[in-house]
Nanobody, 124 residues
Framework: VQVVESGGGLVQPGGSLRLSCVVSGFALDFYAIGWFRQAPGKEREGVSCIVSPDANRYYADSVRGRFTISKDNAKRTVYLQMNSLTPEETAVYYC??????????????????WGQGTQVTVSS
């Protein structure tokens, strides 16, 4: 299984970025694909996830209303649209895949496969 993120970069405060995550190498659908982030000196935290098969979406309180998660099944790609970014959201953003059911799909420890991360820097 491969999980590959892209789309990070430098953005000004108040700006937007769209991250992409491609998951490959697994014949069956995952229960969930999630986005997480880890700022320097802080623990990794759940940002958002999308759960199969109903495409239910979960968001951390800190990003709800500003971030949107979506997926394109044909491309096996999950996107995270991030708007109104703040400097405090500077972090490495990770995508991860969860194989089976979880009642806590935003918990870091639930996930089975991880990408290498993509750096998001919010700065003027």
């Amino acid at each position: 299984v491969q999980v590959v993120e892209s789309g990070g970069g430098l953005v000004q405060p108040g700006g937007s970025l769209r991250l992409s995550c491609v998951v490959s190498g697994f014949a069956l659908d995952f229960y969930a694909i999630g986005w997480f982030r880890q700022a320097p000196g802080k623990e990794r935290e759940g940002v958002s996830c999308i759960v199969s098969p109903d495409a239910n979406r979960y968001y951390a309180d800190s990003v709800r209303g500003r971030f949107t998660i979506s997926k394109d099944n044909a491309k096996r790609t999950v996107y995270l649209q991030m708007n109104s970014l703040t400097p405090e959201e500077t972090a490495v953003y990770y995508c991860a895949a969860l194989l089976s059911y979880s009642d806590s799909p935003l918990k870091v420890d639930e996930y089975d496969y991880w990408g290498q991360g993509t750096q998001v820097t919010v700065s003027s």
